[in-house]
Nanobody
Framework: QVQLVESGGGLVQPGGSLRLSCAAS????MGWYRQPPGKQRELVAT???????NYADSVKGRFTISRDNAKNTVYLQMNSLKPEDTAVYYC?????????WGQGTQVTVSS
């Protein structure tokens, strides 16, 4: 069982920034997903063990996913936040035949 521990959520004003962290029990292909209120979970960004990244169109140019393999940690730097970014953000680790999720962290963008 892969352990994922997220941190860094909170309340921020529109235009502000937050950084989410996800500490894993090893180095895996990782991603961040989010679930806005009343909506389905959606992809935000992914990163391979080699550092290749992929982003949802809605966050390109504003969010950056990165990783520190020495710390088994993945980050999501979120800039220029908008109210529509409000959601529970989940960290994901996955392999060919498995997928694990963190407990989720709330991000609220509001004035």
């Amino acid at each position: 069982q892969v352990q994922l521990v997220e941190s860094g959520g909170g309340l921020v004003q529109p235009g502000g920034s937050l950084r989410l962290s996800c500490a894993a029990s090893g180095n895996y292909r990782m991603g961040w997903y989010r679930q806005p209120p009343g909506k389905q979970r959606e992809l935000v960004a992914t990163i391979t063990t080699d550092g290749i990244t992929n982003y949802a169109d809605s966050v390109k140019g504003r969010f950056t996913i990165s990783r520190d393999n020495a710390k088994n940690t993945v980050y999501l730097q979120m800039n220029s936040l908008k109210p529509e970014d409000t959601a529970v953000y989940y960290c994901n680790a996955n392999g060919r035949a498995w997928s694990s999720w963190g407990q989720g962290t709330q991000v609220t963008v509001s004035s």
